[in-house]
């Protein structure tokens, strides 16, 4: 399983645009890259996913360069309620979590 | 859809007694995992089952785990003897395709004393 590595802290303020970015030297060619966002007292819950080049949801947008040793998740003028985990997963068959990224939204 | 329908949420028992954790994945997905969280060690993955047969049980920490999946609609996660450092949050959650958006339950809160 490819190892990740993403900041383990983030402040932001509301309305700006956050991007996260994550490691992952050693991804392989069936590995997909994966995002959860965990609230507190909550299980993580699923942001985003992609292969290569740039993903793009109601939530998030994901941008993979080509050689995929690394993504960036970013997030749209977030807001107070952004405050989160947000987990940054490569795998083919299953997830495993590494610390994640706490990001804290400031007014 | 109810989602993944955890129970207890939460548990408090002594050390020593049997607990067994609960889990009801999303019809249909064919894929369950449990999740311990705790603040030393985050999110582990314990065990997955894919089509009620477990497929990798390395997570699991030592005999006293346990997990079993009799159905597509239920799982168990069993902890006999329980010990105070099993103190955690338990998730489960289910996938219809291999990572495409795991769903995960509200979890069990468990306390040994």
């Known amino acids: 399983l490819a190892k990740t590595t993403q900041p383990i802290s983030m402040d932001s303020y509301e309305g700006q645009e956050v991007n996260i970015t994550c490691s992952h030297n050693?991804?392989?060619?069936?590995?997909?890259i994966t995002w959860y966002q965990q609230f507190p007292s909550q299980g993580p819950r699923f942001i985003i996913q992609?292969?290569?080049t740039k993903v793009t949801n109601e939530v998030a947008s994901l941008f993979i360069p080509a050689d995929r040793k690394s993504s960036t998740l970013s997030l749209p003028r977030v807001s107070l309620s952004d405050t989160a985990v947000y987990y940054c997963?490569?795998?083919?068959?299953?997830?495993?979590f590494g610390t994640g990224t706490r990001l804290q939204v400031f007014p | 859809d109810a989602g993944v329908i955890q129970s207890p949420r939460h548990e408090v028992t002594e050390m020593g007694q049997e607990v067994t954790l609960r889990c009801k994945p999303i019809?249909?997905?064919?894929?369950l995992f449990w999740y311990r969280q705790t603040m030393m060690r985050g999110l582990e993955l314990l065990i997955y089952?894919?089509?009620?047969?477990?497929?990798?049980d390395s997570g699991m920490p030592e005999d006293r785990f346990s997990a079993k999946m009799p159905n597509a609609s239920f799982s168990t996660l069993k902890i006999q003897p329980s010990e105070p450092r099993d103190s955690a949050v338990y998730f489960c959650?289910?996938?219809?395709?291999?990572?495409?958006?795991?769903?995960f339950g509200s979890g069990t809160r468990l306390t040994v004393v």
């Open positions: 959650a289910s996938s219809g395709q291999a990572l495409y958006g795991y769903t």
């Open positions: 050693n991804i392989a060619t069936n590995d997909y």
């Open positions: 992609g292969y290569k």
């Open positions: 997963l490569v795998a083919d068959d299953k997830l495993i």
């Open positions: 019809s249909g997905h064919n894929s």
């Open positions: 089952f894919n089509n009620n047969v477990p497929i990798d």
